[in-house]
């Protein structure tokens, strides 16, 4: 008949790689050490070769929604400025109201294709540098 083992060790385990039973934490244990053949130079250095590029998109962006935002608080803040708009919208004939939008529209299409010109030089600054 075979004898049981309590701790499900192989047989063939020697007896200085069973843990002892004594109560105390598995702090006399180390993990093994990493294969060499399984270790995996890294490609990319992880420390920033330079300082981080400015994103101008999000500060044009961010300033033009700034003076839209002052420009919106400065009508709104007095009644007769609101009241002046009012009068000026109503006086805009269907021509010239499209002529705002185009305009409106066009200044979108202008600071979009101004910033796509400012990212693509620097994506070509940071080409030359590799």
Do not use: C, H, K
């Amino acid at each position: 008949m075979t004898e049981q083992n309590p701790l499900n060790t192989p047989p063939e385990a020697s007896a200085a790689e069973t843990v002892p039973l004594t109560g105390a934490p598995f702090a006399a244990t180390a993990p093994p050490a990493p294969s060499p053949a399984y270790s995996v130079p890294p490609t990319v250095s992880p420390i920033p070769s330079g300082t981080a590029p400015v994103r101008w998109g999000g500060v044009v962006w961010g300033l033009l929604l700034t003076l839209f935002a002052g420009a919106t608080l400065y009508v709104l803040a007095s009644a007769e400025r609101v009241r002046e708009v009012g009068d000026w919208l109503a006086s805009l004939t269907p021509g010239s109201a499209w002529a705002l939008g185009a305009a409106a529209i066009g200044l979108v299409i202008v600071v979009s294709a101004l910033l796509g010109g400012i990212r693509a030089s620097q994506r070509r600054r940071v080409r030359a540098r590799i």
